[in-house]
T-cell receptor
Framework: GENVGLHLPTLSVQEGDNSIINCAYS??????FIWYKQESGKGPQFIID?????DKRQGQRVTVLLNKTVKHLSLQIAATQPGDSAVYFC????????????FGAGTILRVKS | DTEVTQTPKHLVMGMTNKKSLKCEQH?????MYWYKQKAKKPPELMFV???????INESVPSRFSPECPNSSLLNLHLHALQPEDSALYLC??????????????FGSGTRLTVV
């Protein structure tokens, strides 16, 4: 079955450093991926998405990289700030399930000041 | 308006109570979703409405009853819940009811406690 998972459950970084959050997926037919940020007491917030016809996409301080060869996705956050502290989920609309969103387990990002 | 609004933000209910969670969006999205999220876990899909019709029910117990009165509103009726149903209930919407059509926009959720 489909599986979207994360390598590291918790990531601690110093303020100002860059953060990299990783995600692995198992379905080679997957063609759309989304990163969400969830702060304590809030719902998931869309950060950035990428389609499988791209290897890289940049937003404001964030970059998503997609390596289809090894079925790996990463979210890079530049100059990490205390406000970036949250749980980050990668997600994929599992094709088998229509428009069901399949989430990875999540990575906790802690930013140290 | 680019938000999904959920009410109430917090709800405490007894196991014999009947309550409803409400969700509203005015982005013209034609798909709406209910998710359940337990602490330190990702959201789990419960229901999907596409063009105001129920399209996916993830084998949710009948004590949870969804309703979509119109394209902007989504309700979740609760009855005879169990303490293990305590969780954060999230509503989301997307422009079209196809997975690759774009990201889902989430509300802030209702924190439900069943006593």
């Amino acid at each position: 079955g489909e599986n979207v998972g994360l390598h590291l459950p918790t990531l601690s970084v110093q303020e100002g450093d860059n953060s990299i959050i990783n995600c692995a997926y198992s379905n080679s037919a997957s063609d759309y991926f989304i990163w969400y940020k969830q702060e304590s007491g809030k719902g998931p917030q869309f950060i950035i998405d990428i389609r499988s016809n791209m290897d890289k996409r940049q937003g404001q301080r964030v970059t998503v990289l997609l390596n289809k060869t090894v079925k790996h996705l990463s979210l890079q956050i530049a100059a990490t700030q205390p406000g970036d502290s949250a749980v980050y989920f990668c997600a994929e609309p599992g094709r088998e399930y229509g428009n069901k969103l399949v989430f990875g387990a999540g990575t906790i990002l802690r930013v140290k000041s | 308006d680019t938000e999904v609004t959920q009410t109430p933000k917090h709800l405490v209910m007894g196991m014999t109570n009947k309550k409803s969670l409400k969700c509203e969006q005015h982005m013209g999205h034609r798909a709406m979703y209910w998710y359940k999220q337990k602490a330190k876990k990702p959201p789990e899909l419960m229901f999907v409405y596409s063009y105001e019709k129920l399209s996916i029910n993830e084998s949710v117990p009948s004590r949870f009853s969804p309703e979509c009165p119109n394209s902007s509103l989504l309700n979740l009726h609760l009855h005879a819940l169990q303490p293990e149903d305590s969780a954060l209930y999230l509503c989301a919407s997307s422009q079209v009811p196809t997975g690759t059509g774009g990201p889902q926009t989430f509300g802030s959720g209702t924190r439900l406690t069943v006593v």
